[in-house]
């Protein structure tokens, strides 16, 4: 596959400035062909203004035309965003997933840090809980409230090595789960067959798994398991490339491509990733990540998180 140079980040001291995300994201959204709305934008930025500032904020996009830039702040200490979310009117306080990240959160004397994702038209879409470190898969699907078939696919992941997770997530617009797991490596063929053989998906390409284990740290990686919260059927997986080497990135089409040139990073190390999702019928397309401001590398490495080679 071809290499795309990068034009690498604003380096500098830069502090979160509400004003100028909004034009970041405006300018980035237009960009790609995203949608847009800036009454959404500074909905959010009134009710998590504070977790922005204190934050790591990255941006996220798809390959796939007409998809959201999505945004996310990553906290560095234990807050509720669940009931923020409640008392602006994101979600109703009988919200199945949010009592799950309510839950997940109380684990482990009440450390794991939350953190949320939210769409560039809509607003709130996705809650993360970070769980202080790797974490057995027991403690898991342990927690009170969590659907019984959901909690039956734990053979099935313990089969496959997949038992220390780090971050959980929950999609409140796709009534979806995601599990993260740190996958052992150095990749093979055949873990990656068996980890797509996960949603019934289509193998990877030969060109695309040669890129794939190029990319993929060898001391292991992340990957993440989608389960739909009503039926546990798992919809897809992700395998996740962290923080790239500087200044290059993969063939990742126009789009992409156009994402990681106009998207700022003001960070003073920039991180870039990709990551590969299968889903069942051919559902196969390619996300990216990249740093926005909050030092989002030195909080990586506090998680212990894998790079890519």
């Given amino acids: 596959m071809a290499w795309t140079k990068l034009h690498g980040s604003h380096s500098q001291s830069y502090t979160f400035s509400e004003e100028q995300f909004i034009l970041d994201l405006k300018k980035t ?38 998809d959201i830039v999505n945004y996310r702040f990553y906290e560095r200490k234990p807050f509720d965003t669940v009931t923020i979310a409640v008392q602006n009117g994101f979600l109703k306080p009988d919200n199945h997933l949010a009592q799950l990240i309510t839950h997940w959160s109380a684990l482990y004397d009440g450390t794991p840090e939350q953190s949320c994702d939210f769409d560039s038209d809509t607003g709130l879409s996705k809650a993360w809980v970070y769980l202080g470190g790797m974490r057995p898969l027991d403690d898991i699907l342990g927690i009170p409230d969590l659907p019984e078939h959901i909690r039956a696919r734990k053979p099935l992941f313990e089969k496959l090595g997949l038992n220390l997770v780090r971050h959980i997530a929950v999609d409140y617009r796709k009534n979806t789960l995601n599990l993260y797991f740190r996958a052992q490596g150095p990749a093979t063929p055949e873990q990656i067959t068996e980890f797509t053989d996960l949603a019934g998906a289509t193998h990877p390409e030969p060109e695309l798994l040669k890129e794939m284990l190029r990319l993929l740290s ?47 990073s003001y960070d003073d190390e920039e991180m870039n990733a990709v990551a590969w999702s299968f889903g069942k019928g051919g559902k196969t397309y390619i996300k990216a990540e990249r740093s926005y401001c909050g030092h989002l590398v030195e909080l990586m490495k506090t998680w212990k998180s894998t790079f890519s080679s």
């Fill in 29 to 66: 959204a237009k960009a790609i062909g995203a949608p847009y709305s800036e009454e959404a934008t500074k909905t959010i930025l009134r009710a998590y203004g504070d977790n922005f500032r204190a934050g790591a904020v990255l941006w996220r996009a798809t390959n796939r035309p007409g």
């Fill in 218 to 264: 060898p001391s292991g990686y992340t990957f993440s398991v989608t389960l739909k919260d009503d039926t546990g059927e798992i919809e897809r997986v992700g395998f996740y490339a962290l923080k790239l080497p500087t200044g290059v990135i993969p063939e990742v089409g126009e789009r992409l491509k156009t994402f990681f040139e106009m998207a700022p």
